[in-house]
Every structure is written in C-alpha cells, then in structure tokens.
C-alpha cells in the first residue's frame, strides 16, 4: 500500500506558515513602535519570506513525502531540505496512533504516530483516507499476529 500528501497538506502546512508570519511581522512592528522605525524593514523582510515560502515550501514537502506498507514493515520519506528515510519493521511496532489538529481536521488531514521501542515515527499531515487506511492495515495485521 503507498500513502502520499495531497492538496490539503499543501493547505495545512501554507496556513501554519502563513500564521507563523504574520505573527512574527506583527511583534516586530510593535517593537518598532516601541523603539525605532527602522524595524520596520525587518518586518517588511520578514512579510516577503513567509510569502516566498508558504508559495514554494508546502508543495515541495507534499512531492516528497512517501509512506509504503507492504505487511512487513512501513517505510516513509519525509523532509524537503533534511530528508529522512524511516523504516519501522512490524515486530518492532508497539502501538499506533491516529490524531489530529484543528486546522488539520478543517482541510482534512491526520497524522499517524507510529510507537516503537526506543522511539517514535511521526506521519504528518496524510489525507484522512489514507490515514485510514493505513491505520486499518496496522490494526489488522496486529490482529493476525
């Protein structure tokens, strides 16, 4: 079974950024109410590279995410400018877990934490389908066992 990242992780992860910005440029420019006009132009910088990567970001990380189950392990590549390659075999699988934020559950999306002994996977931002899916497959392949 292969899972990928859709339209709405794209959606999620460019309101995330977007918030993160207009939240950064708004306490800067209160500094510079505070204390000099100059800040202003750090926040105006700010601005223009919270737009530049909520357009470029979100799409390059929805390309390159990749989660595979074949019934003996989950596999996944995650990351745009660290990539990861996770491999978690089933017999090392403690528990699973399917959750969600409110932004996430708007647009759709849901993110399987995968718990193992020493660690934990994150999946993030899966359509809810797919998380289903895969969440479905775990439970019935931990029902086989």
Do not use: N
Not at 3 to 12: G, R, Y
Not at 38 to 46: E, F, G, R
Not at 73 to 102: D, H, N, W, Y
């Amino acid at each position: 079974m292969h899972f990928s990242a859709d339209k709405s992780t794209i959606k999620v992860m460019t309101v995330w950024i977007s918030v993160f910005g207009i939240v950064l440029s708004s306490l800067i420019s209160a500094l510079a109410g505070l204390l000099t006009p100059w800040l202003l132009i750090i926040s105006a910088a700010v601005g223009a590279a919270t737009v530049f990567v909520a357009l470029r970001y979100p799409p390059k990380y929805a390309s390159v995410m990749k989660v595979d189950f074949d019934g003996i392990a989950v596999k996944a590549v995650t990351g745009v400018f660290i990539k990861k390659q996770l491999f978690v075999p089933m017999t090392a699988l403690r528990t699973f877990e399917l959750c969600s934020t409110p932004v996430q559950r708007f647009f759709g999306c849901r993110t399987v934490i995968l718990r193992f002994a020493g660690g934990a996977v994150f999946l993030p931002l899966l359509p809810v389908k797919q998380a289903e899916e895969l969440v479905a497959a775990l439970e019935e392949f931990e029902e086989s066992i």
